[in-house]
Structure formats: C-alpha cells, structure tokens
C-alpha cells in the first residue's frame, strides 16, 4: 500500500503546480466588479458616501511646451559602441560627437536621456590612470571644456563643472557654471 501511495504523489506533484496556478487564477479574476459608476449618492460598499472634487488638473500646462520641442536633427557617432535603452537612454563610449543645430558636444562618455532632451557628458580614466575625452562643448562661437557637463537640448541650459573657456585673450576658469540660453 505504501509503495502504491508513493507512485501516485510521486505523479501527481507534476500537476501541483499546474493546480496551484488554476486556483490563483480564479480567485484572482474573481472579484465583485461594480459596473455602477460613483456620485453623490452612490454609497460605498463599506456603508459611507464617496464625495467626489472638482478636477484640479484640467488647467492646460502643456501650453508653452510646443516651444521646447526639439525641431531639428540630432547627429551622433560614437568610436568605441552606442547604446540605447527601451527607456529612451542612450549610451556614446568612446569618442562621442553630438551634433544638435549650432551646439556641438565631445566627450569620451556621453549620456542622452531622449524624453527630456538631456545630455550628460564626462572623460574617462584609461589603463594608466589618465583622464582621456573630457567633454568639449560648444555653441555659436563659444567653446567650453570642462571635466563634466549637464544640459539641456530643448531649453539650453545647463551646469558645466570645472569649465575653461577663452573669452578674448585671456581664459576663464570656474569651479561651477551655470548655462543659461541667452549666454552664447
């Protein structure tokens, strides 16, 4: 009798967990839809009214957006590989060359974040410990080179650390930039 017990749970925990999902699935698809739609006088289940609000958001905040939009193409190459991820973030490694209407950025990494036009961009360190491709941003007839950088396509704006740029004869070195769209 043992020996006839065990053959048959044996086989029968093949289909456990073919039974175990049947059992999950139907008290998952098994809830009280209430097709009713709520008001004022619609009670809830646990006895009390739902009292519902004027919508704060139908106010349009998309109204200024259309100026934002990026409205040319954006040219990229990359030496060593390009990346992009199903989350619109791509990935330049090794050479990176961004070119955006009259902006263009170098840098030996670059990030671009495509939902939100924005561009990270930063060197690398080689095998000997050296910082190579540091980022070389520059628009118009400005020219920044810096350590890292952080702007914005749409609204040209951005931080630039540790940057260098000629105005003149001479060289203007920061700690911190802040770029503005008005500052070419």
């Not at 086989?11 to 456990?16: E, G, M, N, P, S």
């Not at 109204?63 to 992009?84: P, Q």
């Amino acid at each position: 009798m043992r020996i006839c017990n065990y053959l048959f749970f044996s086989k029968a925990r093949k289909f456990l967990p073919a039974l175990a999902w049947l059992i999950f699935s139907l008290f998952a698809y098994s809830q009280k839809n209430n097709p009713t739609p709520a008001s004022k006088n619609n009670p809830v289940p646990n006895g009390k009214t739902l009292v519902t609000k004027a919508d704060s958001t139908a106010t349009d905040t998309l109204k200024n957006k259309g100026k934002e939009k990026i409205d040319a193409e954006i040219n990229y190459t990359a030496e060593d590989s390009i990346v992009f991820l199903g989350n619109g973030t791509g990935f330049l490694h090794g050479k990176g060359d961004i070119k955006y209407k009259n902006i263009e950025l170098k840098a030996d990494f670059i990030r671009v974040k495509t939902d939100s036009s924005l561009v990270f961009a930063r060197g690398t360190t080689d095998s000997t410990g050296t910082k190579i491709g540091e980022p070389v941003f520059s628009e118009g007839k400005s020219e920044y080179a810096s350590k890292e950088l952080k702007y914005n396509l749409r609204s040209k704006k951005g931080y630039i650390r540790q940057a260098v740029t000629q105005q003149g004869e001479g060289y203007v070195i920061s700690d911190r930039t802040k770029k503005t769209s008005g500052d070419i």
